[in-house]
Structure formats: C-alpha cells, structure tokens
C-alpha cells in the first residue's frame, strides 16, 4: 500500500522537473524513462509471465524504425508514430511468438536473444529502410495531438514522454492485478497443472509477449522522438543486457521496481561511471552483485508478484 501510496508524489516530483531541470538533465530523465518502459516490458515477460527474455530490442527497434520512416513520410503527429511503433512491436512479436512461448528457462533466452541479434543485424544491411549502419535521421519535431503545439524545446518532450510512459505502465499494472494478471502468474508457477485444467496456455503466453511486444516498440517511437535518430546500435546487445540487469536489480515481479532498476542502472552508468571514465562496467557489476547479496528479489520485488 505504501508503494502505491508513493506513486503520485513521484509523478508530481517528476512534472515538476520540467520547470526545474535543465535541457540536458531533461532529456536524460527522458532517456531513463524510455529505458524504464522496456524494462517493464521484459519483466512482464520475465516475471509475471515466466519467459526469460534477452530480446525485447527486437521489437524496440522495430518501433524505433517505423517511428523514423513515418517522419521521413512527414507524418509528424506523435501519438500516430507511437500507436504505427505500437503496433509493429506487437505484430513482430505475432509473428516470432510460436518460437518462444512453447519454450521455457534458458531455451526461451536463447531464443531471444537470437532474435534480437538477428534484428540487429538486419537494420544494419537494410539500408534502405534503416540507412544501415550509418543510422536514420528523423529531425522533425512532431506535434503530440493534433491541435496542440508542436514539441519544440526538450522540456515538452520531457512531458511528452513522461505522460506517455505514466499512462502506458498504468495500463500494465491494472491489466496485472486483473484475472489475466492471475492467470499469467499461475501460468509461470505451473503451466503443467494450467494446462490439465484446461486453460489455453499458449494463447496466454502469447498475448502476454504481443503486448510486451507493444510496449518495446512504444519505447522505440519515444527514443526517435527524443534523440531524432536510430541505429542498429540503439538495440544492440549492450542493451539487451543492460534492460536485463535492471530488472534483475529493481525486483523482476515488479513493473514499478524495473523502472526504479533502470534508473539506478543508468545513473550508475552515465553519472557515477562520468567520475571514473571507463568503470562505468565495474560500478554496474558491484551494483548488480550487491543487490544480488542483499536483496535477493530485488528492490521492490516481491514472492507472490
């Protein structure tokens, strides 16, 4: 209750960041929010839904490139990049789900990691949907609905990104604590048993990892939005691995705790790592074992998530 009970004071910490904070700082908290909303992707899959996964960039930069392609297209209303991003994160995830969800533990990593990496490397050659390895430029700043004022300083798109990553993980968190919510977890703790009551445990899974799916390619439309440029670099493996950590840190079974892990993971990495240039690794690694040490769950995870 109190975890509940916190979540409107730090909303009203993080608008009133945008009166407060400078255009770098900013963009930054931008950054690490986007950065928060995939992590609660892959620990919706992860913990709620029992699929361990190192491929949520897949689905990131698919988002991300069709977020890009619509600004080369001129279509500069931002909720139309994001539910275009959307929607090609879950139809990628339609399409790659009958490979991941009929297998489980360090299969399903395997897996997807697979995808991610072949993701990557197809960006990297498709040059003419991606620009390849040199990356895609997308310079026009949108307008977030029609009839409002286009995002021209760092401060909207700040705002931007902070209501729609606030209304997306609302969503998620009232989706879990809903009978499918119940039905997922009960499907990560016995699928056997889920499937000899007869329940379609793979339609579950799937809808669980379309949605997932969602979430990473919305992520991918706010990071185009934000920095006006993807590359194959925007989801490479470092990535992967870093979304990963954080949600191991802030408590896999807890969509609130992987966005907290991934703002200790991100300023472990770009602020205290700015004080011993090249450590930023090790800082993360001593972040990661303590929390491993004391705090098992992670910082916000709980048993019976």
């Not at 995808?115 to 390849?132: H, S």
């Not at 989706?175 to 056997?192: C, K, N």
């Not at 990535?239 to 840190?249: E, K, W, Y």
């Not at 800082?283 to 990661?288: N, Q, S």
């Amino acid at each position: 209750m109190l975890r509940i009970a916190a979540v409107p004071a730090v909303l009203l910490l993080l608008v009133s960041f945008t009166w407060t904070l400078a255009d770098y700082a900013q963009a930054t908290i931008a950054r690490v929010l986007i950065i928060g909303l995939l992590a609660v992707s892959v620990a919706l899959l992860t913990g709620t839904a029992g699929l361990p996964t190192l491929g949520q960039t897949a689905p990131y930069l698919v988002g991300a490139y069709t977020a890009a392609n619509l600004v080369d297209l001129d279509m500069d209303i931002a909720v139309v990049q994001l539910l275009a991003a959307a929607g090609a994160g879950a139809l990628f995830a339609l399409i790659t789900a009958p490979i991941v969800v009929y297998a489980r533990g360090v299969v399903v990593l395997m897996i997807t990691l697979a995808l991610g990496e072949l993701t990557y490397t197809l960006a990297g050659q498709w040059k003419a949907i991606t620009g390849g390895t040199d990356g895609k430029l997308a310079f026009a700043r949108p307008y977030p609905v029609p009839g409002l004022a286009k995002l021209d300083s760092d401060a909207d798109v700040y705002l931007y990104v902070l209501i729609v990553v606030a209304v997306l993980v609302g969503v998620v968190l009232l989706v879990l604590r809903s009978p499918a919510g119940a039905l997922l977890r009960a499907t990560r703790d016995d699928d056997a048993r889920m499937r000899a009551s007869g329940h379609p445990v793979a339609g579950y899974l799937t809808a669980a990892y379309v949605g997932a799916g969602a979430l990473a390619g919305a992520a991918g439309s706010l990071i185009v939005t934000v920095d006006q440029f993807v590359s194959p670099g925007t989801g490479g493996f470092e990535v992967s691995a870093l979304i990963l950590l954080a949600v191991t840190i802030g408590g896999a079974t807890s969509m609130i705790g992987a966005v907290v892990g991934a703002a200790l993971v991100v300023l472990t990495r770009d602020w205290l790592g700015s004080y011993w240039p090249g450590n930023a690794p090790l800082l993360l690694g001593v972040l990661f074992i303590l929390c491993v040490y004391l705090l098992p769950r992670g910082l916000l995870g709980r048993r019976n998530a």
